[in-house]
């Protein structure tokens, strides 16, 4: 009889077992298809982003708008660092995931279309 017992108590381990593998599983499959959707969104913002050919006046509205606060009138820094040459320090790519991504606290992250984060773009290569 213990053997019986023995083997439904196995059984029932196993059952139990994969039941927990099959959630981690589900639960990876789940979040690694939001990460590639995000990723893919992202992918096309950049793009469509790099595709443009933004205005150095307008960036530079855009960025005494929303930026003086913390990278200064001048963009020397304050808070946050100077930008001058930035553009050397850091690839578009990089500088469009810093502003949407807030990468670096304590920096917020911004909501910004294309046309503006591009004009934003040829804004900060005209601080070389």
Avoid at 39 to 67: M, Q, R, V, W
Avoid at 81 to 93: A, E, F, G, Q
Wanted: aromatic content about 8%.
């Amino acid at each position: 009889m213990s053997t019986s017992s023995s083997s439904a108590a196995e059984r029932d381990f196993k059952r139990a077992y994969l039941k927990i593998l099959c959630i981690i599983f589900f639960a990876l499959l789940i979040c690694l298809s939001i990460f590639f959707v995000n990723h893919n969104e992202n992918n096309k913002y950049i793009i469509e982003t790099l595709e443009l050919n933004g205005s150095a006046e307008e960036g530079d509205a855009l960025f005494k708008i929303n930026c003086v606060g913390c990278h200064g009138i001048t963009a020397r820094g304050l808070v946050g660092p100077d930008l001058h040459s930035i553009t050397k320090r850091l690839n578009d790519k990089e500088i469009i995931k810093q502003v949407t991504g807030g990468l670096t606290p304590p920096m917020p992250s911004f909501e910004i279309d294309p046309v503006n984060m591009s004009n934003l773009l040829k804004y900060l290569h005209s601080l070389e």
